[in-house]
């Protein structure tokens, strides 16, 4: 379970990004995040998984009450919660199979499990037969199910997505969501910022609109709203 109550956040510039916001996300849901640009939304996402710290409030993600977490326990905190990016934010020297071990190897899991469990998310992403390729081999389309394998080889309760589809064309960006569905329906709680309004207003979701760092609007199965 994800919740915050009455959460603000300025940066040292003083930029207001997180203006008040209250959220109860339960195990399971899928949401999508949605919003002008500058609203807020990126920030929301990332004091979920303690990039960003708010500067009052209080967060709690699967019991863990972020605003007393010692720095020393963020990795702890990061293993429940896979994080997908716009830009995928794969290592470029190493293969698309060592890529998502090292979320394993960090965590001093034996090398046989790492092989089995490495194999089984690629098998689910459908890139068993390029484990040996390096991210620059491979299409945008590709690459993002590289970070999703990676996002997920914990087996974390929570993922946490940034603009996933913001570098892919259409297709590519269906086959994603296709992805992330699957991902929803095996029991894992979405959270997804996004500008895409075809799939928000397609795939309908709980859309929680974001606006000058609130909540203006939070609906299940909601529309995408007349943003750019
Ligand atoms: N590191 C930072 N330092 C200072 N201000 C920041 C920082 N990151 C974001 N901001 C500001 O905080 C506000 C919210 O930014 P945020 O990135 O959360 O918006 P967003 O909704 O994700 O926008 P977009 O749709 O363009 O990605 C904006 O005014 C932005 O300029
Ligand atoms: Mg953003």
């Known amino acids: 379970m994800i919740e915050m109550s009455e959460v603000y956040k300025t940066y040292p510039n003083g930029v207001l990004a997180i203006n008040g916001i209250d959220i109860v996300i339960n195990p399971g849901e899928f949401v999508y995040v949605v919003g002008p ?4 939304k990126s920030t929301f996402i990332k004091m979920m998984y303690r990039e960003e710290k708010p500067s009052s409030g209080k967060i709690i993600i699967n019991g863990i009450d972020l605003s007393t977490l010692k720095e020393s326990k963020v990795p702890l905190l990061r293993r429940s919660i896979g994080v997908v990016f716009q830009d995928f934010k794969l290592l470029p020297k190493l293969t698309v199979f060592e890529n998502v071990a090292f979320a394993l190897e960090v965590i001093g899991e034996n090398p046989r499990n790492i092989r089995k469990r490495v194999l089984d998310v690629l098998d689910l992403v459908q890139l068993k037969h390029k484990a040996r390729f390096f991210p620059n081999e491979l299409s945008g389309g590709e690459q ?7 996002s997920i080889v914990n ?3 929570v993922m946490i997505a940034d603009e996933p589809t913001g570098n892919l064309d259409p297709d590519t960006s269906w086959e994603i969501m296709h992805l992330f569905e699957e991902i929803n329906n095996r029991g894992t709680t979405i959270v997804m910022a996004t500008h895409n309004k075809e799939i928000v207003n397609t795939l309908k979701k709980r859309v929680i609109a974001v606006e000058d760092g609130k909540i203006v609007r939070d609906e299940a199965r909601g529309e995408y709203g007349i943003y750019d």
């Open 37 to 40: 640009s500058g609203a807020g």
């Open 144 to 150: 993002q199910r590289v970070s999703i394998a990676r």
């Open 155 to 157: 087996n974390p309760s």
